[in-house]
């Protein structure tokens, strides 16, 4: 497979479109794009007190951050506090990255990944807990090690629950490949910060979009949207090959059976050099009052990078609604053009 977006043949072929006319959301408020400079890997929660918080990987890659604001729009000018800061030393120390706001219980939840001063490459799933009702309030507990069933470079977890059962999806290696390659995985949870039962492999990166650069699934993001679970996911390196793929199964399915799942095989959402935006991913989802879905991603608006993308500063989150299929499935379109800030 090429690196392109679907084309609306493959869709047809894939089940991912019929030839009706697609069910589009409504349009999207003016919103700058991007809507944050220079954070990565963001993910938005819209809680019960009608705040909005979003948090990103920072480039620096050593803190967590938490902004608020009524709207989206506000999120673009909206404070952003220090939560967290890594350690010096230990683990915790480096390469802190992927952080999700979860409400579970009546809890904050903070998921994060994060390597070690002495050994930055083993990154691993963490977890903050703070009481208070206000998460910008109070103490923020560090509860530890997400453990899954191998001890392999581990990160991009999200939570979401489904009739009435909690789950986490995560990215991690599997030991048994002999590579760095990352593939994607599913468990019930049993608490916020422990797994229970089986851990199932939903995804690896089979296609040729998904190896450019390296070999990777990561980053899943979870819709629940017409009688269908579908996760998106990251593939490839971190430069402009990065994209996105989809996962999906029917809401009555089981969902630990990787059977139920389907994948697309090519990328849902990628550059647009026709726009200028390059290496859109790790995206979260955003669903508004209205039933709209926004997609909430991160990418560049140039192509080349010299060195390492990893240590190149220029990703930015950016939103964009996504417009669904007269059958149910989504759209996502390509990244939009960048307008001028305000």
């Not at 999700?100 to 930055?120: K, M, N, Q, T």
């Not at 789950?167 to 608490?191: C, E, F, I, V």
Request: hydrophobic share 40%.
């Amino acid at each position: 497979m090429s690196g392109r977006p679907l084309s609306r043949r493959h869709l047809l072929g894939a089940g991912l479109l019929t030839l009706a006319t697609p069910v589009i959301g409504q349009a999207l408020p003016e919103l700058p794009n991007p809507l944050i400079p220079q954070r990565a890997d963001p993910h938005v929660l819209r809680h019960t007190d009608g705040w909005l918080y979003l948090m990103a990987t920072v480039p620096a890659y050593d803190r967590l951050e938490l902004r608020r604001a009524r709207s989206l729009a506000g999120l673009a000018t909206a404070e952003a506090q220090v939560v967290w800061r890594r350690h010096e030393q230990g683990p915790m120390s480096r390469h802190i990255w992927a952080p999700e706001l979860h409400v579970i219980d009546g809890r904050w939840f903070i998921y994060f990944s994060a390597g070690e001063a002495r050994a930055p490459w083993k990154i691993r799933l963490w977890a903050l807990e703070n009481t208070s009702p206000d998460p910008l309030q109070g103490a923020w507990i560090e509860r530890g090690q997400i453990k899954t069933a191998w001890e392999t470079f581990t990160l991009d977890a999200t939570v979401f629950e489904h009739r009435g059962q909690r789950y986490m999806a995560w990215a991690q290696t599997d030991p048994a490949a002999g590579n760095h390659s990352t593939d994607l995985y599913l468990s019930r949870m049993k608490s916020p910060t422990e797994l229970s039962g089986p851990q199932v492999r939903l995804s690896r990166p089979e296609y040729d979009w998904e190896q450019v650069r390296h070999a990777v699934n990561e980053a899943p993001a979870v819709l629940i949207h017409c009688g269908r679970v579908f996760m998106s996911y990251s593939a490839a390196g971190t430069g402009a090959e990065y994209c996105l793929g989809l996962l999906w199964a029917d809401a009555d399915a089981d969902l630990m059976n990787p059977a139920s799942w389907r994948k697309s095989p090519g990328p849902v959402f990628a550059s647009s050099a026709e726009h200028g935006i390059y290496g859109p991913g790790h995206n979260s989802f955003l669903v508004e009052p209205d039933g709209t879905v926004l997609n909430v991603y991160h990418a560049r608006n140039y192509r080349d990078i010299p060195g390492d993308p990893l240590k190149d500063t220029g990703r930015a989150t950016r939103v964009q609604p996504v417009r669904f299929t007269a059958d149910g499935m989504p759209d996502f379109g390509l990244p939009r053009p960048e307008t001028a800030r305000p």
